[in-house]
C-alpha cells in the first residue's frame, strides 16, 4: 500500500501550498477520485434499492455526501456516500411513510450529529480497544466479500473468466508502471472486452437508471407539526448514531493506514452538515464508505481532493457519460471489490503465531465483533457488542487485583488489613468478606495507602465493614487514603444507606 509520504507532500508543507496542487499528487487523487466514482454507481442504486427509493435518491446523496465532506470533513481522504446501514436504518419509514419522510429523517439525523459532534462525542472513540479495531476491520473485509458473492451466483459463464482477469490485472499491471491506478486500467480494459466481443453479462446499467440531470434543492414534502417530529425522531436518532459509529471508526482506521491524525469532532460536525445539505437536495443522507475509502487509499489519496472528485466525477459520469457508463460489466467492479476486501482484512491477527500469544479475552473480543457485524450486517452494532465484551472481560480481570492481608499487633490489641490495588464495582463487591468480624480485637486499622477509590461501590463496602464491626462494639479506622480517595470516601460515607 502507498504510504503517506510521496515526497510532493513534505515540499508542499514547506511552500505552505496545498499538497493537490503538486502536479504528481494532483494526478494521483485525480484518477483514484475516478476509480471511487465509477465503484460508488452500483453501490449507490443497490442501496437505493435496499431503502426502497429510486436510484436517483442513492446516486444524489452520494454526490453532495462526497462534495461537501470533502469541505468540511475532518478526515482527508475519507469517502462518505450513500450506504447500506443507513438505508437500512430508513427502510421502514421510506416503506411505510414515503419519500417526503424520509428526507425530514435525513435533515434532523444531521442537526442531532452536529449537535453530539459539538458535545464531544469522538471522544469516546478513545474507549474502543483496539481488540475490537481489528474484529471491525476484518469484519468490514469479510462483509465488503460477501457482497460480491450474489454478483457470482446465476450469472452468464463468461463473468467468471472476467473476474478473474480483472484481478490479475490488478495484481501484475503495477509492476509496469503506477502511473494510473490498476483498478481503472481493469476497469476500462474489462468493459472494452465486454462492448467489443459484445458480450451478454450484467452491466452497471442493470442496476437502474442513472439520473440526467442535477438534484435541485427543496424542502421535504411534510407536515410541520410536532406529531411529524415524533414519528421521525427515534429513526432520526439511529440514523445520527449509526451514521456516527461508521465514520468515526472508518477514520481511524484510515488514520492507522496513512500515520496521521484526523479531526474527529470536526468529523462527526461534518458528517451533520453533509446529512443537512443531502436531506436539502433530495438525498437518502449517508455515512463514511468503507470499502470506497479503502479503494481510494490503497491508490495512494491522501488529500480532500480526491474525496471531492469522486463526489464530482459520479454527477459527471451519470449525466454526461451515462450510456458508456451504463455498459460497464459488474464483473470489473466486483473484481476490485474482491481485492479491497483481502487487502483489508488483517490476516497477521489470524496467524497461528499471533493468535498463541494472544490473550484469550483479545480473541473473544474480535471474535465477538467480527460475528456480530457478519450476523447483523452493521458494523455499529459488532463495535458496540465487542466494547462491551471488552468492557466486562476487563472488569473480571482487574477485579482479582484488588487483596487484603491481615496482621495482629503482638499485643493483641489492634488488627491492622492491608488493602492493595483499585477499588471499584467488581473488586470491591468481595472486600466484605475478607475481614474476622468475631476474632479480630476491639480496635481495626484499614490501611489504603496502595489502594485507590473509584466509586461509591467502594466507599459503601467500607462502610458496610465499618458497620458490622460497630454491630459487635468495635472501632474501625482507615488511613492511608490519597487525596482523590479521600474526597470520594468524605463526600459519600454514610450517606449510601437510607439508614443514617
Known amino acids: 500500500m502507498p504510504r503517506l509520504s510521496p515526497r510532493a507532500l513534505p515540499r508542499a508543507r514547506r511552500t505552505g501550498r496545498p499538497a493537490w496542487l503538486s502536479p504528481s499528487v494532483g494526478r494521483t487523487e485525480i484518477l483514484s477520485g475516478l476509480v471511487v466514482a465509477l465503484a460508488l454507481i452500483p453501490e449507490a442504486i443497490s442501496f437505493s434499492i435496499i431503502a426502497g427509493v429510486d436510484p436517483s435518491i442513492g446516486l444524489f446523496a452520494s454526490f453532495t455526501m462526497a462534495v461537501v465532506i470533502a469541505i468540511v470533513g475532518g478526515r482527508p481522504a475519507m469517502i462518505s456516500a ?43 472513540m478513545r474507549f474502543v480497544p483496539r481488540s475490537v479495531m481489528v474484529g471491525f476491520v476484518n469484519a468490514l473485509a469479510i462483509l465488503i466479500f460477501m457482497a460480491q458473492v450474489p454478483e457470482l451466483v446465476d450469472v452468464p459463464w463468461m463473468v467468471y473468466p472476467l473476474v478473474v482477469a480483472g484481478l490479475a490485472l490488478m495484481v501484475f499491471f503495477p509492476r509496469l508502471t ?40 427543496g424542502l421535504p414534502d411534510v407536515p410541520y407539526t410536532l406529531d411529524t417530529l415524533a414519528l421521525i425522531a427515534p429513526y432520526a436518532l439511529a440514523f445520527a448514531l449509526v451514521g456516527l459509529m461508521e465514520s468515526l471508526m472508518t477514520a481511524k482506521l484510515v488514520d492507522d493506514l496513512t500515520d496521521t491524525r484526523s479531526s474527529k469532532t470536526r468529523e462527526s460536525i461534518g458528517q451533520g452538515i453533509a446529512n443537512i445539505v443531502t436531506g436539502f437536495f433530495g438525498g437518502m443522507g449517508g455515512c463514511a464508505m468503507i470499502g470506497q475509502t479503502m479503494i481510494n487509499v490503497k491508490n495512494g489519496a491522501r488529500t480532500r481532493l480526491s474525496t471531492f472528485c469522486a463526489g464530482a466525477f459520479l454527477m459527471v459520469l451519470c449525466i454526461v457519460f451515462g450510456p458508456w457508463v451504463s455498459q460497464i460489466p459488474m464483473a470489473a467492479l466486483v473484481a476490485v471489490m474482491i481485492l479491497v476486501s483481502v487487502g ?26 467480527v460475528a456480530m457485524v457478519v450476523a447483523t450486517h452493521n458494523l455499529a452494532i459488532g463495535v458496540v457488542l465487542g466494547s462491551l465484551t471488552a468492557l466486562v472481560i476487563f472488569a473480571r480481570r482487574v477485579a482479582h487485583l484488588a487483596e487484603v492481608s491481615a496482621v495482629i499487633d503482638p499485643d493483641g ?54 458497620a458490622k464491626y460497630a454491630a459487635r462494639g468495635k472501632t474501625v479506622q482507615i488511613i492511608g487514603l490519597n487525596e482523590p480517595s479521600a474526597k470520594m470516601h468524605a463526600t459519600l460515607s454514610g450517606e449510601l444507606s437510607g439508614s443514617h
Open 344 to 369: 483489508t482484512f488483517d490476516w497477521h491477527s489470524i496467524a497461528p503465531a499471533t493468535l498463541k500469544r494472544m490473550p484469550a479475552g483479545e480473541i473473544t473480543v474480535m471474535v465477538v465483533t
Open 178 to 217: 503506477k502511473a494510473v491506478p490498476a483498478p481503472l486500467v481493469s476497469i476500462a480494459a474489462l468493459t472494452a472486452i465486454t462492448v467489443g466481443a459484445a458480450l451478454a453479462v450484467p452491466t452497471v446499467g442493470d442496476r437502474g437508471a442513472l439520473p440526467s440531470a442535477l438534484p435541485v434543492p
Open 82 to 124: 450513500a450506504t447500506g446501514a443507513i438505508a437500512l436504518v430508513v427502510a421502514p419509514l421510506a416503506r411505510e411513510h414515503g419519500l417526503g419522510y424520509l428526507i425530514a429523517t435525513v435533515i434532523l439525523g444531521g442537526l442531532i450529529q452536529v449537535a453530539l459532534g459539538a458535545l464531544g462525542v469522538a471522544k469516546l
Open 413 to 466: 490489641t489492634q488488627a491492622i488489613y492491608a488493602v492493595t490495588g483499585q477499588l471499584f464495582f467488581a473488586s470491591s463487591n468481595d472486600l466484605v468478606g475478607r475481614f474476622d468480624y468475631a476474632g479480630d480485637p476491639d480496635h481495626v486499622i484499614i490501611d489504603l495507602s496502595d489502594a485507590h477509590i473509584w466509586d461509591a461501590s467502594s466507599v459503601a463496602a467500607l462502610d458496610a465493614v465499618q
